[in-house]
């Protein structure tokens, strides 16, 4: 090769270098001023919509047992705290005024029928009754036997000794009270409420659960479905749910504990429309104002 030929494919292979670098560069451009104000251009976002990860502000409640909540030295009993006096007081006065208003209905039939048994002998039930009342009901949840009657069984098959001791109700005095049992007072009620015979009582044991726990930062919020075959315009059929058919309720509970906060019944549409309602115009959906229904103190 030639010193000529040399020298000019040198200059060859640089000039072409510097195009390939020039090139690079042309693409690397530096930002404008233009570019730089579009990367900072302030858009609009609407609650609920920035998806970018943020630190959770500082819980700075007090979870727990609240300070005022005086427990029972006998655990079991501490269940009572959901049913305080009011709560059975009014229990009572809704039994003793459904029995007596049955009578009277009873005494103004033309029929000369003779009084059912229960209402014959009937007399006023007092607070510590229907505590008695709703602590049978509870073992009668969780110790299952064929019929009412086998709990107090004096054979050694059903044999009870709890059941058969003086403090307890006898059969027929539990029977009586059962039979008129209500949770919501029959002379007064609005017939247009779905939930009407439950909603006093649902009320009560909510402000009661809410007073006596605060949850802390973690909640959970749930659908439960409590199993019922009964006749009821509101019954759902869930078959993804064990019970299948049943009454739905949505339940906030804290995470830790499992502590019931809030709860609400889904009935009708035209009930359940009312959850959140003063929220209607910030479009939420209606599993979003379920939660905040839920969040709502009593």
């Known amino acids: 090769m030639s010193l000529h030929q040399l020298l000019t494919s040198d200059e060859s292979n640089s000039s072409s270098t510097e195009s390939d670098q020039d090139s690079v560069f042309e693409v690397i451009e530096e930002p404008t001023l233009e570019m730089k104000d579009e990367e900072n251009e302030w858009t609009i976002v609407n609650d609920g919509e920035d998806d970018r990860a943020g630190q959770l502000p500082e819980f700075l409640g007090v979870h727990g047992m609240n300070p005022g909540v005086q427990a029972p030295a006998n655990e079991p009993l501490l269940f009572f705290n959901l049913f305080t006096k009011d709560i059975i007081s009014h229990l009572k006065e809704f039994t003793n005024a459904r029995a007596w208003e049955e009578l009277r209905i009873f005494e103004n039939e033309e029929d000369d029928q003779q009084l059912p048994p229960r209402l014959t002998d009937w007399r006023d039930c007092a607070d510590d009754e229907i505590k008695k009342t709703i602590a049978i009901i509870f073992y009668m949840g969780i110790v299952r036997k064929p019929e009412i009657k086998?709990?107090?069984?004096?054979?050694?098959?059903?044999?009870?000794?709890?059941?058969?001791?003086?403090?307890?109700?006898?059969?027929?005095?539990?029977?009586?009270?059962?039979?008129?049992?209500?949770?919501?007072?029959?002379?007064?009620?609005?017939?247009?409420?779905?939930?009407r015979k439950i909603r006093p009582f649902l009320n009560s044991v909510k402000e009661v659960c809410q007073q006596n726990f605060q949850p802390d930062r973690d909640i959970a919020v749930d659908e439960e479905l409590v199993q019922h075959k009964g006749r009821l315009a509101f019954k759902q059929y869930i078959p993804s749910k064990?019970?299948?058919?049943?009454?739905?309720?949505?339940?906030?509970?804290?995470?830790?504990?499992?502590?019931?906060?809030?709860?609400?019944?889904?009935?009708?549409?035209?009930?359940?429309?009312?959850?959140?309602?003063?929220?209607?115009d910030y479009n939420l959906s209606i599993s979003e104002r379920i939660v905040v229904e839920l969040r709502r103190t009593c």
Do not use: M
Request: charged share 25%; proline share 1%; hydrophobic share 35%.
């Open 242 to 280: 064990r019970a299948r058919y049943g009454i739905k309720a949505y339940c906030l509970c804290d995470s830790k504990t499992g502590y019931l906060w809030s709860v609400l019944v889904h009935s009708t549409a035209e009930e359940n429309s009312k959850f959140g309602s003063e929220f209607v």
């Open 150 to 195: 086998n709990y107090w069984a004096t054979g050694k098959f059903y044999d009870n000794q709890l059941f058969l001791s003086e403090n307890c109700l006898s059969r027929n005095r539990f029977q009586q009270i059962l039979s008129f049992l209500r949770f919501y007072d029959c002379r007064v009620g609005d017939n247009d409420d779905p939930l």
